[in-house]
């Protein structure tokens, strides 16, 4: 199975910080790389599928970029309400894999 | 609007059965793949079942591979998880997803305890 690794773990941030969240592939998963954002007690919400594509209704202060194993989702400019858990996920390989979550939180 | 609702969690004896429900809509069910993803509590998220648009082939993790068996009605716009089985690791929030190569909507979940 492919390993989804994130970091860090947990993120300290400021409103109107510019944040980077990192995500590595145990091996090659070409493009098929999703971002999810997850509110204490909510469901997962799809921000970015295929590394960069904004999915629709999600604002365009977030962006993913990367190929092959590292890839990255980029926040500009923190809002209040971005402040959750990220998730990625491959869908290169079955079984489909998770990486076990960022939490961002207010510094 | 798609909406996903599932309903069928609670608490369950270990070596017990369970069956979830998905209600879709907003949509046109028979278009699209859909699946099951669940999270234990305080955990990541685990791709649990998927199912093709017309049922004809499903694809599961080895973690569940011959307990669960994910099924759809696409007249009732329903998708189904037999959970045959459970173990306490099982315990979790399970999420109804509209998957298209990956979870892209996603229900509000339902929760199964295992447990005696």
């Known amino acids: 199975d492919i390993q989804m690794t994130q970091s860090p773990s947990v993120l300290s941030a400021s409103v109107g910080d510019r944040v980077t969240l990192n995500c590595k592939a145990s091996?090659?998963?070409?493009?098929?790389l999703n971002w999810y954002q997850q509110k204490l007690g909510e469901a997962p919400k799809l921000l970015i599928y295929n590394t960069n594509n904004l999915q629709t209704g999600i604002p365009s202060r977030f962006s993913g970029s990367g190929s092959g194993t590292d890839f990255t989702l980029t926040i500009s400019s923190l809002q209040p309400e971005d402040f959750a858990t990220y998730f990625c996920?491959?869908?290169?390989?079955?079984?489909?894999?998770f990486g076990a979550g960022t939490k961002l939180e207010l510094k | 609007e798609v909406q996903l609702v599932e309903t069928g969690g609670g608490l369950v004896q270990p070596g017990r059965s369970l069956k979830l429900s998905c209600v879709a809509s907003?949509?046109?069910?028979?278009?699209?793949?859909m699946s099951w993803t669940r999270q234990a509590p305080g955990k990541g998220l685990e791709w649990v079942a998927s199912?093709?648009?017309?049922?004809?082939?499903?694809y599961y993790p080895d973690s569940v591979k011959g307990r669960f068996t994910i099924s759809r009605d696409n007249a009732q716009n329903t998708l189904y998880l037999q959970m045959n089985s459970l173990r306490s690791e099982d315990t979790a929030t399970y999420y109804c997803?509209?998957?298209?190569?990956?979870?892209?909507?996603w229900g509000q979940g339902v929760m199964v305890t295992v447990s005696s």
């Open positions: 199912i093709t648009n017309s049922g004809g082939s499903t």
């Open positions: 996920f491959q869908h290169n390989s079955w079984p489909d894999t």
């Open positions: 091996q090659n998963i070409n493009k098929y």
């Open positions: 907003g949509f046109t069910f028979n278009n699209y793949w």
């Open positions: 997803t509209r998957w298209e190569r990956a979870p892209h909507y």
